[in-house]
């Protein structure tokens, strides 16, 4: 299936979706607030010529959506006729996997549900898979190397998402003195700008954020070939703290693993 109508699809399904959420209400958990099949609005202007062929991606094998919040995604691409399987973990989930799981009944789906820490032990619920959703996981990963270098041992594609930085601090900000009190542009330079716990949306889950050339070549280094890119949101003046100074970098990487 092309990404464009795929693209249709995900819309339509988002509006079952969200009707579903809404009738089941649950009380004692609140559903992750950002609309995850948006990402597809995203990925439809990413993909170029023959990747535009979306199904061809995943082909016969089972795709993985890797920090799959309440799994919107996975449950999408099993109605198009995907084997889906969905890597968490409820420490950082948002709803502590509550809310996959009581979709995942709801649906009656077969979509199989797998708890992981991905830092400490990098565990799959298959042995392979055509194409694994990764977004918006990178920075939120400790040790972001090791992951990536396993995925690339397990899945043909991967769709990977991650906030990216230009400069190491916003224009204007002041912080200690003698740390990171100078401004440095970033984004030629392969680095990846460790935040301080507070740094990021006041979120202790964050940590490394790439440059441009770092995130390029830490895919490089793990075995993936980078077939689509582009960078959204502050292209021009990104800092790795600041709402205001968000760019997020999309890619379609390809395992040499599978060449």
């Not at 535009?52 to 309440?70: H, K, M, N, T, Y």
């Not at 979509?111 to 298959?126: K, M, T």
């Amino acid at each position: 299936m092309n990404i464009s109508e795929l693209l249709k699809k995900s819309r339509d399904f988002k509006q079952f979706l969200d009707i579903r959420k809404a009738d089941l209400s649950p009380s004692e958990f609140g559903w992750y607030p950002y609309g995850t099949l948006d990402n597809f609005f995203l990925i439809e202007k990413l993909l170029t010529g023959q990747n535009r062929e979306f199904s061809a991606l995943i082909g016969a094998q089972p795709v993985a959506d890797v920090g799959a919040a309440d799994g919107d995604s996975a449950f999408f691409l099993e109605s198009l006729g995907h084997e889906a399987h969905v890597v968490d973990f409820p420490p950082t989930n948002f709803n502590g996997c509550r809310g996959v799981r009581l979709l995942r009944d709801a649906l009656n789906s077969k979509v199989r549900i797998h708890e992981a820490d991905l830092d400490n032990r990098f565990e799959l619920p298959g042995d392979r898979y055509g194409l694994t959703l990764f977004l918006g996981i990178l920075y939120h990963l400790k040790n972001p190397f090791g992951v990536l270098e396993n995925l690339a041992r397990r899945s043909h594609f991967a769709l990977i998402s991650t906030r990216v930085t230009r400069f190491n601090r916003k224009t204007g900000s002041s912080d200690s003195p003698g740390l990171n009190h100078q401004r440095i542009e970033l984004h030629g330079v392969p680095s990846a700008y460790l935040v301080s716990p507070s740094e990021t949306n006041n979120d202790p889950t964050n940590y490394w954020i790439f440059s441009d050339a770092g995130l390029r070549r830490i895919l490089d280094r793990t075995g993936w070939d980078i077939l689509d890119f582009m960078t959204v949101g502050n292209i021009h003046d990104s800092d790795p703290a600041s709402a205001e100074g968000d760019e997020r970098a999309f890619c379609l990487a390809r395992s040499r693993h599978f060449q």
